[in-house]
């Protein structure tokens, strides 16, 4: 049984940075898509940044990239993602996912954390 289990978010001005982390347990993840998802009050969850866990290839939405970097630790099992110069639009629910296939969309993704809040303040 796949667990994701999110820490690391908070609330910090703007400007500032925060860094998540996912512990994923349960199996290796070699060959695993994961993934960073996002969902803000009202809106419908976004892609946020995606890793191949073997490769360590990563993609980035057009909002976030150059501002966030999506890594992972093998030996921790650990997925992070630096967030920085963030902004007020950022604030969100923010998820990790995993899937043992080469996944894009949030429909595809098998495994889901429970989010943890990320709140900008202006």
């Known amino acids: 049984q796949v667990q994701l289990v999110e820490s690391g978010g908070g609330l910090v001005q703007a400007g500032g940075s925060l860094r998540l982390s996912c512990a994923a347990s349960?199996?290796?993840?070699?060959?695993?898509?994961m993934g960073w998802f996002r969902q803000a009050p009202g809106k419908e969850r976004e892609f946020v940044a995606r890793?191949?866990?073997?490769?360590?290839?990563?993609l980035y939405a057009d909002s976030v990239k150059g501002r966030f970097t999506i890594s992972r630790d093998n030996a921790k099992s650990t997925l992070y993602l630096q967030m920085n110069s963030l902004e007020p639009e950022d604030t969100a629910v923010y998820y990790c996912?995993?899937?043992?296939?080469?996944?894009?969309?949030?429909?595809?993704?098998?495994?889901w954390g429970q989010g943890t809040q990320v709140t900008v303040s202006s």
């Open positions: 349960g199996r290796t993840f070699i060959g695993y898509t």
């Open positions: 996912a995993a899937d043992p296939r080469l996944v894009y969309y949030s429909y595809e993704y098998h495994y």
């Open positions: 890793i191949m866990w073997s490769s360590g290839s990563t």
